[in-house]
Nanobody, 124 residues
Framework: QVQLVESGGGLVQAGGSLRLSCAASGRTFSMYAVGWSRQAPGKEREFVAGISRSGGTTYYADSVKGRFTISRDNAKNTVYLQMNTLKPEDTAVYSC?????????????????WGQGTQVTVSS
């Protein structure tokens, strides 16, 4: 089992940047694939980025491709989401999630463990 805590959210102007962090407990974090999703008020949850447990494979939703970068530091049990050129439509609660990943290079889209989320607000 793994516990996840997000940080780094906040208020930023359009065109600005934020870096979200997802810190995980446990000694086997390198065995977990991780993803970031977001949910805006009144909208469905959107999966925006995923990374394999090795860090060698990543996935991005079309809405963030070229602007967001997901990365991980297994030595620090942390996954990051670097968000650049932010837009007002990126405003949402961002959550990280993890799952045990037997495949070293696979990105997953369904997760077993979730953090509480961090609010990102982009003003126009």
């Amino acid at each position: 089992q793994v516990q996840l805590v997000e940080s780094g959210g906040g208020l930023v102007q359009a065109g600005g940047s934020l870096r979200l962090s997802c810190a995980a407990s446990g000694r086997t974090f390198s065995m977990y694939a991780v993803g970031w999703s977001r949910q805006a008020p009144g909208k469905e949850r959107e999966f925006v980025a995923g990374i394999s447990r090795s860090g060698g494979t990543t996935y991005y939703a079309d809405s963030v491709k070229g602007r967001f970068t997901i990365s991980r530091d297994n030595a620090k049990n942390t996954v990051y989401l670097q968000m650049n050129t932010l837009k007002p439509e990126d405003t949402a609660v961002y959550s990280c999630a993890a799952r045990w990943a037997p495949d070293r290079e696979r990105v997953w889209y369904e997760y077993a463990y979730w953090g509480q989320g961090t609010q990102v607000t982009v003003s126009s």
